[in-house]
């Protein structure tokens, strides 16, 4: 069975760090492409972040380039999310999800997406 699990999520400081870890199973993650995504009270959820199955191209939303990095690790079957610089406006529960099949151009479209893990909470506050 197909699982993602996130973890690494906390209360953190502006200005501070946190790297979340998207855990996966039951599938050979070099075949897949992942997302992370989030979704603050009340607003809807976006995409964050993705890196390609097939050679490891990256895409970032615009409010977090230069802040997020995305990487995986395929022998750990895991991909990680380093959030540097962190604003109160990140806080959101952060999800990974990964797909087999992905057009690029829809990296950011959720409903692409056929696998999801159950969302790990990041909270910037002083």
């Known amino acids: 069975q197909l699982q993602l699990v996130e973890s690494g999520g906390g209360l953190v400081q502006p200005g501070g760090s946190l790297r979340l870890s998207c855990t996966t199973s039951g599938f050979t993650l070099d075949y897949y492409t992942i997302g992370w995504f989030r979704q603050a009270p009340g607003k809807e959820r976006e995409g964050v972040s993705c890196?390609?199955?097939?050679?490891?191209?990256?895409f970032y939303e615009d409010s977090v380039k230069g802040r997020f990095t995305i990487s995986r690790d395929n022998a750990k079957n895991t991909v990680y999310l380093q959030m540097n610089s962190l604003k109160p406006e990140d806080t959101a529960i952060y999800y990974c999800?990964?797909?087999?099949?992905?057009?690029?151009?829809?990296?950011?479209?959720?409903?692409?997406?056929?696998?999801w893990g159950q969302g790990t909470q990041v909270t910037v506050s002083s």
């Open positions: 890196i390609t199955s097939i050679d490891g191209s990256t």
């Open positions: 999800a990964a797909e087999r099949s992905l057009n690029r151009h829809n990296w950011n479209i959720g409903t692409m997406y056929d696998f």
